[in-house]
């Protein structure tokens, strides 16, 4: 047992073996939802179709009001809570058990729905059957920082002891269901690629590295699969989409999580505008389905996500921002100066850091940021209309990268040509080879191919509300912690893309 696991309710475990009973039954109960019951009550004036009715309910106990001979306790399933009102008279064999119930055990309460004289949806006991004691007592409330760090650690507990996170959660299933609804709908065909990489390729990350020991051979832990998703494209799927966990060796903050899950998606026959136009919908449409509208609050700042968004090119964004032209190498690396980067060899490295130290805190978007210059776009198709810049955008919404998307270059001798440049960059997170099986599925043919890829979790934030990428995912990379950690405080009653 660890430091959480409290004596008295060790002891209390002991006591009811010794009594014969199991504190964790084999069998559950078919249970009916709270929520549903809640719902068919009524009220006392006027009652539902359900009230009077025995019904069966399970869920977790949270807390206890005990009256001598009526104890009133809230219990919460999945779908919502309800009060039990566990009475000596209905309850005449049960009742010297009560001193064994605690805050946090798992029960099943079968008993008659109805009211109390106040009015309050209650269901009245006749039959209590522990399903699971609980020896940790549960939180009481969390405070701070270093508790915050816990609720992450113990999402098991947060989920149904701080209020609002479980919904966070349902909403975050909610979107993943609407992205695959919305992908269906237009002939979009989900699939599954490699997690496991022989190559580094997708996006320019620093990745996780493994060892398989069978081949002999290191392998990567995907950045992205975008170079697998578009082999199926030479395949002839036509359009593919997957969400894909990703995982890149980067550092931890409030938008960032080395382990992450992404959206990708190509369509045959399409373009960079073609993926605007997926981009817009699918977000309007995600946003109207978990909220109710086009709108949402993000910071305290309210976003209506309703189509169509605003675009604005990369080249007049760091002119308007940065104060010189994104090719004055000269201008920009004086600008990177001023502002205090890291100085960097590769020039088009360093004036795409003067792009995100200048520019894209102010793109409170929703936005297109669109054509970006060809040399920071390996993957990307260059503009007819200019060869300086690719048919590249990304979405941005609140100063934050959700999207990124091209028109798929696929020229087997241009991209291989951009492949080699890479690799010679020197750059730690450009790949250390060419892959030339990519290069090879190019010369088959990919048709004129429109992709992007789109940061689920982060999608997730702007429409939950939620600040940080650790608020929707449901365990956040964290810091290992000692076993014996501080408890967490316990009740009064008892002594938390594509590149």
Same mark, same amino acid.
């Given at each position: ?7 008295? $309710?060790?002891? *209390? ?13 084999? $069998? ?9 019951? #809640? ?31 009526? !104890? ?12 039990? @009102?566990? +009475?000596?008279?209905?309850?005449? *064999? ?19 729905? @109805?009211?109390?004289?106040? %009015? ?19 939180? &009481? ?29 349902? *909403? ?43 081949? %002999? ?18 395949? %002839? ?9 990703? /995982?890149?060796?980067? @550092? ?16 045959? +026959? ?54 010189? &032209? /994104? ?37 409170? @978007? ?8 060809? +040399? ?13 810049? #690719? ?66 979790? $982060?999608?997730?934030?702007? !429409? ?36």
């Amino acid at each position: 047992m660890t430091d959480l696991a409290h004596p008295d $309710r060790l002891q *209390k475990i002991e006591a009811m073996r010794a009594a014969g009973i199991d504190p964790y039954p084999c $069998r559950g109960v078919a249970a009916e939802k709270i929520s549903d019951l #809640a719902a068919a009550a009524g009220t006392r004036e006027e009652p539902g179709p359900r009230a009077g009715e025995q019904v069966t309910v399970a869920g977790r106990l949270m807390g206890l009001r005990d009256f001598g001979k009526l !104890i009133f306790a809230p219990l919460l399933d999945r779908t919502g809570r309800i009060q039990v @009102g566990l +009475q000596k008279k209905r309850l005449e *064999k049960w009742w010297p058990e009560r001193k064994w119930l605690d805050g946090g055990d798992l029960l099943a309460i079968t008993g008659e729905l @109805g009211h109390t004289q106040k %009015g309050e949806v209650t269901i009245w006991a006749t039959k209590v059957l522990l399903l699971a004691k609980a020896v940790a007592p549960p939180p &009481e409330k969390w405070h701070g920082l270093a508790d915050k760090e816990l609720r992450y650690r113990r999402r098991y507990a947060d989920l149904w002891a701080s209020p609002g996170v479980a919904e966070v959660f349902k *909403k975050r299933s909610q979107i993943l269901s609407g992205i695959r609804r919305f992908l269906e709908a237009r002939e979009y065909i989900e699939v599954e690629t490699p997690t496991l990489h022989p190559l580094l390729g997708g996006a320019a990350a620093k990745p996780f590295v493994t060892h398989h020991n069978a081949l %002999g051979l290191d392998l990567f832990l995907r950045i992205a699969p975008e170079l697998y998703l578009k082999r199926l494209i030479v395949g %002839g799927l036509e359009r593919v989409f997957e969400i894909a966990r990703n /995982f890149r060796n980067e @550092g931890i903050s409030q938008r960032h999580n080395p382990e992450f899950t992404m959206l990708e998606l190509y369509e045959a +026959q399409a373009d960079y505008e073609r993926m605007m136009e997926i981009a817009e919908g699918l977000t309007e449409s995600l946003c109207r389905e978990v909220n109710g509208s086009t709108t949402t609050t993000f910071n305290d700042t309210e976003y209506s996500l309703a189509a169509p968004f605003e675009r604005k090119t990369y080249a007049g964004l760091f002119r308007e921002h940065a104060g010189v &032209e /994104f090719d004055d190498q000269e201008a920009v690396r004086a600008k990177a100066k001023e502002l205090g980067l890291p100085p960097e060899e590769e020039y088009w490295k360093l004036m795409n850091d003067v792009f995100e130290a200048t520019v894209e805190k102010h793109l409170e @978007g929703p936005i297109f940021v669109t054509d970006y210059p060809v +040399q920071i776009c390996p993957l990307a198709k260059q503009s007819s209309a200019d060869p300086r810049f #690719a048919e590249r955008f990304e979405l941005f919404i609140a100063g934050m990268e959700l999207g990124n998307a091209f028109t798929e270059l696929n020229d087997p001798e241009e991209q291989e040509r951009r492949f080699e440049a890479q690799v010679a960059s020197r750059d730690p997170e450009t790949p250390g080879e060419v892959d030339y099986d990519y290069i090879q599925a190019l010369e088959y043919g990919m048709p004129p191919t429109g992709g992007m890829g789109i940061g689920v979790d $982060r999608l997730v934030m702007v !429409i939950t509300g939620e600040s940080s990428i650790r608020d929707v995912l449901l365990f956040p990379a964290m810091r290992p912690q000692a076993k014996a950690d501080e408890a967490l405080p316990a009740e009064a009653s008892e002594a938390p893309a594509k590149s």
